[in-house]
């Protein structure tokens, strides 16, 4: 899925992102390196059992934008990665970001509520290989599960 969105991503956001003077080759992989960070940081908010801050990303009552704890960590670790990685001012660097994580979050959203039958799994099919779904499975079990219901 996530692959497909960042596809997505790059097509859609290829010429804004070209504007700022990124070669093609820099649009791709910045877009790959906010997808990784978004992936890392979505997966470490269901580690650390933060389902209310998740729910609130993807149910459409929280803001995708720096004001949201979320995403104002996947944007400043984004940041970091594409200036260390490419080389690009911490300036390009969030403009890059700003444009790139919200429109992935909004896209997994779309992506996810779609399979609204099955929540867990279109979130864990995102976040897949890796992911400790023990803490997600606690979750459930102490009653907290039934809010997922309120997400999609």
């Known amino acids: 899925m996530l692959d497909e969105i960042l596809s997505i991503a790059k097509s859609d956001l290829g010429g804004k992102?070209?504007?700022?003077?990124l070669t093609n080759d820099q649009v791709d992989k910045s877009?790959?390196?906010v997808g990784d960070t978004v992936k890392d940081g979505l997966k470490d908010e269901v580690q650390n059992n933060n389902l209310d801050g998740i729910m609130s990303l993807f149910n459409g009552?929280?803001?995708v934008d720096s004001n949201n704890p979320i995403?104002?960590?996947i944007s400043s670790s984004a940041i970091q990665n594409i200036t260390s990685k490419l080389g690009i001012s911490s300036?390009?660097?969030?403009t890059i970001v700003s444009a790139?994580?919200?429109f992935i979050i909004s896209k997994i959203s779309d992506k996810i509520g779609r399979d609204s039958d099955k929540p867990l799994s279109g979130l864990t099919g995102l976040l897949g290989g890796g992911l400790n779904l023990g803490n997600?499975?606690?979750i459930t079990k102490s009653g907290l599960g039934d809010k997922l219901k309120d997400l999609f």
Request: glycine share 12%.
């Open 100 to 102: 790139i994580v919200p």
């Open 17 to 21: 992102l070209g504007n700022l003077g």
């Open 136 to 138: 997600l499975g606690n």
């Open 61 to 63: 009552k929280s803001k």
């Open 71 to 73: 995403v104002n960590k």
């Open 31 to 33: 877009v790959n390196i």
């Open 91 to 94: 300036s390009v660097a969030s």
